[in-house]
């Protein structure tokens, strides 16, 4: 089913930040928080510490109305500046992968594409962008076609 979430970016804090946000709505993650040293190594990419290696890549906690939370730590470490403005993102999540291609294409029009739609390890079909706003978009789509 579609829906929409929001991404936030933390330097170093969010698990500390989810931790935070599951007392106060009382709720659980979705699924348990993955790790940045859960990623498989890319070519050329240096070696990460272990202190890295023990970042969120990625939580999602459900909130109030069916919206999710969703966050990531964002550190220096990784070439990331985090302020206020570029630690949010939202975050659509299609039914389907021509959908996904329509909306990244309509957001993408007079912006910045950050990521292209591609196949990504976890799976799905990922990208993100700046639309000609300055609004930072996610488009994360399950669907297999």
Not at 74 to 100: H, K, W
Not at 111 to 116: C, D, I, Q, S, W
Not at 118 to 136: C, H, I, P
Request: net charge negative; charged share 15%; with cysteine.
């Amino acid at each position: 089913m579609a829906r929409t979430s929001t991404y936030l970016n933390f330097p170093r804090s969010t698990e500390a930040a989810f931790n935070f946000y599951k007392q106060v709505f009382g709720t659980e993650f979705l699924m348990p928080i993955a790790r940045m040293g859960d990623v498989p190594a890319q070519p050329g990419q240096p070696e990460m510490s272990d202190a890295d290696k023990q970042l969120v890549m990625n939580v999602q906690l459900p909130i109030t109305g069916g919206h999710v939370l969703m966050g990531t730590d964002a550190p220096e470490s990784f070439g990331f500046q985090v302020t206020m403005g570029n630690n949010l993102y939202i975050c659509l999540d299609p039914d389907t992968r021509g959908e996904a291609d329509r909306l990244f294409a309509a957001l993408a029009q007079g912006g910045a594409v950050a990521m292209p739609l591609m196949e990504m390890f976890w799976g799905d079909y990922f990208g993100s962008l700046t639309d000609k706003f300055g609004v930072q978009w996610m488009v994360n789509c399950g669907a297999k076609s």
